[in-house]
């Protein structure tokens, strides 16, 4: 009996439709289909993967969108799954653009090696905390801008009104409106802008509210799923969140924490040129991630007494402000990816199933 033989296959992936495409391991094109993005569609892409031969891996675009739930249904069925990058202008513009043209593309990206990440599981706690960071942060959004509109409506209120109120706290400025009555005359400007102000300041507070629940309920998850990380010094719920969401349910895709580092842009790119010698901040990778470490580094600056005695020791070395703040940023990506790697390994020890 001959011996199945050997495919990779690529997916683009959309909406509604996910376009597969397979190849064999000398990258010759052997079919393309699409299919809906349903469990239905999912299982017929698997198996008209199977028919071609033995599947090596799958290349997929969008592997943390559109391609989530089909990652998570073909890891789940074995499949080694890899997240390739979409095509550069320059190749588009070689080998021109449709859906059929990008699936074989990932797949080619896989055989030429090009291609070599591991998508983040989304099947976990980090999962179910990317879901509630949503939330929190649509809130906080909302909530700031709720305040800016009733800031401006007092800037712009007739005397009576903004005098009463344009020295208030933020707090006061949201209580007073909440529990006013401003009466019925609309045609009136001052009672109007009271009129406006009450629902808004109600507003501010129900986000507040909705602000505080999601908090409650990111710190029970993040003390269950990483409990060492709250425990760092300068490391609270939302940026724990945010550090766990960049790692992903399975950390160990990172090969080392300066790939951790580089992730954050929290690596430095060396800027050397003739005699001068010299690193300068990353500004790509992730820039949500990038926000963690540099809010770690704010309060360390602050109320850490060793990062205070660094800085000082550093500023009589001749070392300039983003200098030492890019050091300091960069020991943070060290240590948070320590406490991730070993607090999911933990876990994973003491899983029934490991």
């Not at 300039?320 to 790697?341: M, N, Q, S, Y």
Request: aromatic share 4%.
């Amino acid at each position: 009996m001959s011996q199945p033989i050997e495919v990779i296959g690529g997916i683009d992936t959309h909406t509604d439709l996910h376009q597969a495409a397979v190849i064999d391991t000398i990258g010759r094109h052997l079919a393309t289909e699409a299919f809906p993005t349903t469990p239905a569609g999912y299982r017929d892409l698997l198996e008209w993967l199977h028919s071609h031969g033995q599947v090596q891996a799958v290349g997929m675009e969008g592997t943390g969108s559109f391609g989530a739930e089909l990652s998570r249904y073909l890891r789940a069925n074995q499949i080694v799954v890899i997240e390739v990058d979409r095509p550069d202008r320059r190749a588009r513009r070689v080998s021109g653009k449709s859906d059929p043209i990008d699936a074989y593309a990932a797949a080619t990206a896989v055989l030429a090696g090009r291609a070599t990440g591991t998508p983040k599981h989304r099947d976990g706690a980090v999962e179910a905390i990317r879901g509630l960071r949503v939330v929190r942060a649509s809130a906080v959004k909302a909530r700031t801008q709720t305040v800016n509109q009733i800031k401006s409506l007092i800037i712009t209120a007739p005397a009576e009104v903004r005098e009463a109120l344009r020295s208030l706290t933020t707090t006061e400025l949201v209580r007073r409106p909440a529990v006013s009555r401003p009466g019925n005359d609309l045609a009136d400007p001052a009672t109007a802008v009271k009129v406006a102000l009450k629902p808004l300041a109600r507003r501010y507070r129900y986000l507040s509210e909705e602000i505080a629940d999601a908090d409650a309920e990111l710190r029970a998850l993040i003390t269950h799923t990483a409990p060492g990380l709250l425990a760092l010094l300068g490391v609270g719920t939302e940026t724990a969140g945010q550090l766990l969401v960049t790692a992903g349910d399975n950390p160990d895709r990172l090969a080392s924490e300066a790939s951790f580092a580089h992730l954050c842009a929290a690596a430095p790119v060396p800027a050397s040129s003739g005699r001068t010698d010299r690193h300068r901040l990353n500004r790509g990778g992730d820039r949500q991630a990038n926000r963690a470490p540099h809010t770690i580094v704010l309060v360390r600056m602050r109320h850490d007494p060793r990062t205070r005695d660094y800085v000082a020791r550093r500023t009589g070395e001749g070392l300039k402000t983003k200098d030492i703040f890019r050091c300091l940023k960069r020991f943070g990506a060290r240590e948070v990816f320590h406490h991730l790697t070993s607090a999911f390994s933990s876990a994973l020890g003491s899983s029934p199933t490991a």
